[in-house]
């Protein structure tokens, strides 16, 4: 894939407790790699992993991985409002971890209102099934309460990863396609890098167009 081009860049955040694995799925779904000892994320890293999201149409995938700790709050709230996705992690293993996951959605979506953040909720660490705290039910019934996805991953093993984070992002594209996201001026959680005309075409041939208008170097005003 041609990483210069990219239709569309979604800006996602990571949330959860400290230590439930955020930097870890990253790190397994953008390097495809896992670490027992990973280093404890200070305030805020950067990722990003490019995606087709269907043939022609290629998503660039910007990850902001915030701190857990409450000390870096007040680093992280800044990024609320310029994103478009979240991923909301827990640890299977740390029932704390669950019980604290309305609270990171309440956080965010107190900061981003009137619009709306998509999410996915990630039941991490799915390996260690013997030390599971939370069951399958309770955590979809939370999800179905948070109008969000559910979706049981380990970054230890690689299991599911790729289908959380692509859940997300095909969420996004589906919203942005029925009107559910909306490009807005001065909000960086979408970008686009084509006119922004090409966004009410068909898809095939919007992708067609914006492969062209990519070559061009045209800029984007959305
Ligand atoms: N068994 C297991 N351990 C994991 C998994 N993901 C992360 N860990 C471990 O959990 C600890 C915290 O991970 P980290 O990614 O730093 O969590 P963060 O604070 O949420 O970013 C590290 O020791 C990781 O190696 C997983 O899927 N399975
Ligand atoms: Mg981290």
Redesign the pocket.
């Known amino acids: 894939m041609d990483l210069s081009l990219w239709q569309y860049q979604f800006r996602v955040i990571?949330l959860?407790?400290?230590?439930?694995?955020?930097?870890?799925?990253?790190?397994?779904y953008t390097e495809d790699l896992?670490?027992?000892?990973?280093?404890?994320?200070v305030g805020v890293d950067f990722y990003v992993h490019f995606l087709e999201v269907e043939p022609g149409v290629r998503i660039k995938l910007q990850f902001w991985?915030t701190?857990?700790q409450e000390r870096f709050r007040s680093v992280t709230r800044s990024y609320y409002r310029n994103s478009v996705g979240g991923l909301l992690?827990f640890?299977l293993t740390n029932r704390a971890s669950f019980e604290h996951v309305r609270d990171w959605h309440e956080e965010v979506q107190e900061r981003v209102r009137p619009h709306a953040v998509l999410f996915v909720l990630v039941g991490?660490?799915?390996?260690?099934a013997s030390g599971r705290a939370v069951t399958r039910e309770e955590a979809e019934r939370l999800a179905g309460q948070l109008g969000a996805p559910y979706v049981e991953?380990?970054?230890?093993?690689g299991w599911n990863v790729a289908d959380a984070v692509e859940l997300l992002a095909r969420r996004v594209y589906q919203g942005l396609r029925s009107g559910e996201v909306q490009l807005r001026g001065g909000w960086d959680g979408v970008k686009c890098s084509v006119p922004r005309a090409l966004e009410l075409r068909p898809p095939e041939e919007a992708a067609a167009a914006a492969a062209a208008a990519a070559n061009g170097k045209k800029s984007c005003d959305c």
Do not use: W
């Open positions: 990571m959860g407790d400290s230590t439930v694995g955020k930097s870890s799925l990253l790190k397994r896992f670490l027992d000892c990973i280093n404890q994320t991985d701190a857990g992690v640890d991490h660490k799915s390996d260690l991953a380990s970054s230890k093993t």
